[in-house]
């Protein structure tokens, strides 16, 4: 399993907007191949990034099959004018679970 992890900076005044755009997204998520669950959290210190945590099967599964498909264009649709500079991400896979 990998774990993707996105880093979004929220233009201020936007974070309800953002809310509910990626809530709209799920079922974009939902149906992509090889995703296994998305979580969204919100950072306490700096109230205007959030983070996506997204399990994949694999790598491919997120590069090569949703990020050139139709959904991934409607999730930037649904998000990306709220969004402020670049997106971060990375894939990340477990080493340590307690």
Known sequence: MIL???RLKIRNGLEPE???GIT?????FDAAKGCHGMQVVRSI????VYYCLVQWETVEDHTELFQKSPAYQRLFELIGGSIDGDVEA???RQIIET
């Open 4 to 6: 993707e992890v996105v």
């Open 45 to 48: 210190e700096e109230p205007n």
């Open 24 to 28: 709209d997204s799920l079922p974009l």
């Open 90 to 92: 990375t894939h990340c």
């Open 18 to 20: 953002f809310e509910k």
